[in-house]
């Protein structure tokens, strides 16, 4: 693997013109592997720039090496962005890529007023669930059941699009707590849901992907059941082995709007 800049030498910015918007899709392509069928095109990058939504590019150089796309939602009269993409280029991952461009996400929301940025993520993906709760502070407390259908991508392997809808609120004391102490405030945890390291093989093997299955198949029925009993995914532990598991506690309502 090529060798590649630190992660402070990559520029992180607002993408604004239509050449930085298709080196999105090219990158969709890259990360993806997608169809042309799957692929967002290049006029709804133009759409969510000028509509009011993200689109934020990580450049090494001229090189788009990364890219974060939101548009703006409402749901019960509250404005919020809904994050639809984030894609790192594969030799530029575990540099902290991700995270630096969800923070500039969130600098640039609250900048225009917004609380809550809101998106959907696999819930066998053990990293990302990692980077979205323990090192972001965001939440979970919905599950979508193959929510975008069958995709053409190998790392979903054909199965169902499950995914489970993360809620970052922007300027709760639970998120300025973490960024501020690198810590999270401390919660009871009630549950825990566990996702096995061999879950990336498994789901890519034809051989393995009735184990990949049956994982998911018992952990959607976990998390519907303890969402509907009011419990949301607070936290995220992993172990030396790599595998994951969801901690769950209830989330108090005080923590999101209204925070001083």
């Given at each position: 693997m090529e060798q590649?800049?630190?992660?402070?030498?990559?520029?992180?910015?607002?993408?604004?013109?239509l050449e930085e918007f298709e080196a999105c899709v090219c990158l969709q392509k890259k990360v993806w592997n997608f169809s042309d069928a799957d692929l967002v095109p290049a006029r709804l990058f133009v759409v969510a720039d000028s509509i009011g939504g993200q689109v934020i590019g990580a450049f090494d150089g001229d090189e788009m090496v990364g890219f974060a796309m939101a548009i703006p939602g409402s749901r019960t009269g509250h404005s919020y962005l809904h994050s639809h993409m984030l894609a790192v280029?594969?030799?530029?991952?575990?540099?902290?890529?991700?995270?630096?461009?969800?923070?500039?996400?969130?600098?640039?929301?609250?900048?225009?007023?917004?609380?809550?940025?809101?998106?959907?993520?696999?819930?066998?993906?053990?990293?990302?669930?990692?980077?979205?709760?323990?090192?972001?502070?965001?939440?979970?407390?919905?599950?979508?059941?193959?929510?975008?259908?069958?995709?053409?991508?190998?790392?979903?392997?054909?199965?169902?699009?499950?995914?489970?809808?993360?809620?970052?609120?922007?300027?709760?004391?639970?998120?300025?707590?973490?960024?501020?102490?690198?810590?999270?405030?401390?919660?009871k945890v009630e549950n825990r849901i566990p996702v096995p390291a061999e879950i990336y093989a498994w789901r890519?093997?034809?051989?393995?992907?009735?184990?990949?299955?049956?994982?998911?198949g018992r952990n959607r029925d976990y998390f519907l059941k303890l969402f509907a009993g009011g419990q949301a995914a607070l936290g995220y532990e992993r172990d030396g082995a790599?595998?994951?598991?969801?901690?769950?506690?209830?989330?108090?309502?005080e923590w999101s709007y209204g925070e001083a």
């Open positions: 590649v800049k630190p992660s402070q030498e990559i520029a992180i910015r607002r993408c604004e013109t280029m594969e030799s530029y991952r575990n540099l902290g890529l991700g995270r630096r461009l969800k923070l500039f996400q969130r600098e640039d929301a609250l900048d225009r007023g917004f609380e809550l940025i809101e998106w959907t993520f696999d819930p066998l993906e053990i990293k990302n669930a990692f980077l979205n709760l323990e090192k972001l502070g965001a939440i979970a407390r919905r599950y979508h059941v193959n929510h975008y259908g069958i995709t053409t991508s190998a790392l979903q392997g054909g199965m169902p699009t499950d995914r489970l809808i993360a809620e970052w609120w922007l300027n709760s004391r639970r998120v300025r707590d973490l960024l501020g102490t690198g810590s999270l405030p401390p919660f890519v093997s034809e051989a393995d992907r009735t184990k990949a299955l049956e994982v998911q790599g595998n994951g598991a969801f901690l769950l506690g209830k989330w108090d309502e």
